[in-house]
């Protein structure tokens, strides 16, 4: 299906709410039935029916529809952050006594899932690191159920081979789940490549506006079906269909927001690696990336992200860099309008945490939307202070 048709068309039945164009927010959490027959037939299955909005409701559903096309996927369910996302995918596929193999360093409360919640209940896990295909095929064991790739990460974009492990996980039948965040389903398509099921923070490029926490998973009808019977219900972490319309919304601009933070980020990436006071840029799409080759073969574009380390002999000098940025505000998080800095200078000396594992002098940048010229002036003011 043509993109287009997908963010303009796809799902909404404009006959049945007035031919209006923007999506009818359907603010309910109840629905009624006309028949006892209507009734018991709604029980035969929630996904499809309209019974409670904890299981389906209409605006929600217009929202699953476009996911499900953007990722190449048969169905696909939203919840309410990307973690519940992550959680119910993982949690759907394993028992009491199973294993996980996941790279090394996945998202932050992805990890903790893995060291902290899931051995509460007897779910162990080994982390590989998912550049080297032999590592990942030693790890598995004779209980491990599920392979979680996340690939590009979102600090260093260590990359996994997909085709690769879709075969391995594939031939010692595993469940493949990959954190598709970065690239979104506009630059990687993992279930093209063979991967089971692919979750994503929509709060970051799906929606696009820094305005919703939204996580979604797609995958094929039956996966779907199962995690929806137990954990999306059990759990209820559901979105709501005032954030799915949001959500509707932002998607409308996915292609052109997507297109114009990868292009500014990509010539400011290059800009800076040139620049005198840089050390080394990592972006996964420059040549000088060590992964660059297999990038370019899985994806067809990098999104508004990037790292830096900064050529500074001390923390002071990153804590002075950043204090002189104007035009990027520094915050967590990423794939809104609105540039940011992510200094990992920040991880360090926090009260009761260690220190981040990356070095201080590291700093990500997420490029939105603004005039790359604009932002690259702010940077060559503020490495003046290195
Ligand atoms: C790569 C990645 N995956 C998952 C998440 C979790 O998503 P959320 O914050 O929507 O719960 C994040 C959030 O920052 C993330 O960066």
Not at 209 to 226: E, F, L, P, Q
Not at 243 to 248: E, H, P, S, T
Not at 336 to 344: T, Y
């Amino acid at each position: 299906m043509h993109l287009s048709e997908i963010l303009t068309h796809l799902g909404e039945e404009r006959e049945q709410y007035f031919q209006a164009v923007a999506p009818p927010v359907i603010q309910t959490s109840n629905f009624v039935f006309p028949t006892l027959e209507a009734f018991r037939e709604a029980f035969t299955d929630e996904l499809s029916h309209h019974v409670y909005t904890r299981g389906n409701n209409p605006t929600v559903a217009m929202l699953r529809a476009k996911l499900a096309a953007l990722e190449g996927a048969e169905d696909c369910l939203v919840f309410g952050s990307g973690v519940a996302a992550v959680a119910a995918s993982v949690i759907a596929n394993v028992n009491q006594g199973d294993h996980v193999v996941c790279v090394q360093s996945p998202y932050s409360w992805t990890k903790i899932l893995l060291t902290t919640f899931l051995p509460r209940f007897g779910v162990s896990h080994t982390f590989v690191d998912g550049r080297d295909m032999a590592e990942i095929e030693r790890a598995i064991q004779p209980n491990t159920k599920v392979l979680y790739l996340e690939s590009p990460n979102s600090l260093t974009f260590d990359i996994q081979d997909l085709d690769a492990c879709a075969q391995l996980a594939k031939s010692r039948k595993l469940v493949t789940i990959i954190d598709n965040s970065y690239a979104s389903p506009l630059f990687q398509q993992p279930i093209s490549h063979g991967i089971d099921l692919v979750v994503h923070s929509g709060t970051k490029y799906l929606n696009g506006h820094s305005d919703v926490v939204v996580g979604v998973v797609c995958g094929s009808k039956a996966m779907i079906k199962r995690i929806f019977d137990l954990e999306y219900m059990c759990l209820g972490g559901i979105l709501s269909p005032h954030d799915a319309a949001l959500v509707i919304r932002g998607l409308r601009t996915l292609e052109l927001r997507m297109l114009r933070s990868n292009e500014s980020a990509m010539q400011i990436a290059s800009h800076l690696e040139r620049h005198p006071k840089i050390e080394r840029v990592l972006h996964p799409l420059l040549p000088s990336f060590p992964q660059y080759e297999l990038a370019k073969k899985q994806m067809t574009g990098a999104g508004g992200l990037f790292s830096v380390y900064l050529k500074a002999d001390n923390i002071e000098k990153v804590e002075a860099f950043i204090g002189r940025l104007l035009r990027f505000l520094m915050a967590v998080s990423w794939g809104g309008h609105e540039s940011l800095a992510l200094p990992m200078a920040g991880f360090y000396h926090i009260p009761g945490r260690p220190n981040s594992a990356l070095p201080w002098n590291l700093v990500r940048f997420y490029i939105g939307l603004e005039d790359p010229k604009w932002l690259i002036d702010d940077l060559n003011q503020a490495l003046e202070v290195i």
